[in-house]
């Protein structure tokens, strides 16, 4: 099998997460912040750890400000029902997920708030930042954007749109589930006020895991419940991270992330960016030789992008040639990727695409059986 479906979630993981996530089952077995038995305290300890090394990680001075969530797309309805009230307007780029746009749509619907969308440019950040400053409006409370498109890779320049949200006094949201661990992010730097995050993705974490980081002075809550702190009040604990992390925690899950972390320092950052881009523009040259292939975006000219390569072959059903890959054991994805605004933006929102996502563990020759087996295919 060659697996190349990490935009949906990352394997293999580096070793040393599957061992850490079975020592965290076998002795990090008590729900933190529920007991003042030596276990009890242990685990909270080490969840405290984890939240230390994801805030250094990203940015962050604050370390209680980095909330562990069910998975992104929670971490991202936080944000969205947290932040906004009636009468505010949004800002959304023409390349989000339906985890943004879902829940916006559902507030419009209930004549709570307005949202406008903003074009991008894959080569021209002034082109986008120009359809940014066009679609602000008095109301603007809230821009949110994917930091790199999980159909066509291709990143925007969220560093310029952090300082554009700070001279216009908008609160600035980034969706990092497909960018984390790949590119850099610096959450002060990059003027981020919310940062949602996919662990199981870049970060090497198993499913089940999400953060969120930002300061919950901005934020209702979306979910109220025990916290194991404040047990008396009946109010949601005001202090942070508790007010955003009811009920039991993926305690695991949160250690193994732990060591994706690490594994990512270890091997280096700029490594595993360089891997990645390898591939992709492997995928790249290969694919602009055939003419039957129809590819979107050309990496070579784009500042930055994530490891996510769409195609299709003709006009053959994107499916077609996924369920083909597949019976040659190859993993890919097609369809809408639940991101039909930049399927609409490349023009194939009828056929959808055929998604290739490396990762740091891919290999150039199960890169290049790929290649094979799709010339084979046409």
Same mark, same amino acid.
């Given at each position: 099998m060659i697996y190349l479906d990490n935009s949906a979630t990352s394997y293999p993981k580096p070793k $040393?997460?599957?061992?850490?996530?079975? *020592? =965290? %089952?076998?002795?990090?077995?008590?729900?933190?912040?529920?007991?003042?038995?030596? !276990?009890?305290?242990?685990?909270?300890?080490?969840?405290?750890?984890?939240?230390?090394?994801?805030?250094?990680?990203?940015?962050?001075?604050?370390?209680?400000?980095?909330?562990?969530?069910?998975?992104?797309?929670?971490?991202?309805?936080?944000v969205i029902k947290g932040v906004l009230k009636p009468g505010m307007h949004v800002l959304v780029s023409d390349l989000e997920h339906n985890a943004v746009m879902r829940p916006l749509e559902e507030l419009r619907r209930q004549n709570k708030i307005t949202y406008d969308i903003f074009s991008t440019d894959f080569y021209d950040?002034? $082109?986008?930042?120009?359809?940014?400053? *066009? =679609? %602000?409006?008095?109301?603007?409370?809230?821009l949110f954007c994917t930091h790199a498109? !999980?159909?066509v890779g291709a990143a925007l320049p969220i560093r310029k749109i952090g300082r554009l949200c700070r001279q216009e006094g908008i609160l600035f949201a980034v969706d990092a589930a497909q960018s984390a661990g790949i590119l850099p992010i610096h959450k002060k730097r990059d003027g981020i006020d919310f940062l949602c995050l996919a662990p199981h993705k870049g970060l090497f974490a198993p499913m089940g895991t999400g953060v969120l980081i930002g300061d919950g002075r901005h934020l209702n809550t979306l979910v109220e419940g025990g916290t194991g702190s404040f047990s008396l009040q009946r109010i949601q604990p005001a202090v942070m991270p508790d007010r955003f992390e009811s009920g039991t925690?993926?305690?695991?899950?949160i250690i193994a992330l732990g060591a994706g972390l690490d594994f990512i320092e270890r091997t280096g950052r700029k490594t595993i960016e360089n891997a990645d881009r390898q591939h992709i523009l492997q995928l790249q040259a290969a694919f602009d030789s055939l003419p039957q292939v129809?590819?979107?975006?050309?990496?070579?000219?784009?500042?930055a992008f994530a490891p996510v390569f769409s195609f299709n072959i003709g006009d053959i059903p994107s499916e077609t040639v996924a369920d083909a890959l597949s019976q040659a054991g190859i993993c890919v994805r097609a369809g809408l990727h639940c991101a039909p605004s930049a399927h609409?933006?490349?023009?194939?929102?009828e056929q959808g695409s055929?998604?290739?996502?490396?990762?740091?563990?891919?290999?150039?020759?199960?890169?290049n059986h790929t290649i094979s087996t799709i010339k084979k295919l046409i």
């Open positions: $040393e997460v599957y061992r850490c996530f079975m *020592n =965290a %089952i076998k002795h990090y077995f008590s729900n933190p912040g529920r007991g003042g038995y030596d !276990n009890a305290l242990l685990t909270a300890e080490k969840i405290f750890e984890i939240r230390e090394k994801t805030a250094a990680f990203f940015g962050e001075d604050r370390c209680e400000n980095v909330v562990f969530t069910a998975n992104c797309t929670t971490a991202v309805n936080t950040d002034e $082109e986008t930042l120009q359809s940014i400053k *066009n =679609a %602000i409006q008095p109301h603007t409370k809230l498109s !999980n159909v925690a993926n305690v695991a899950g129809k590819t979107y975006v050309n990496f070579e000219n784009l500042a609409k933006k490349i023009g194939t929102l055929v998604r290739i996502s490396p990762s740091f563990f891919t290999t150039n020759s199960e890169i």
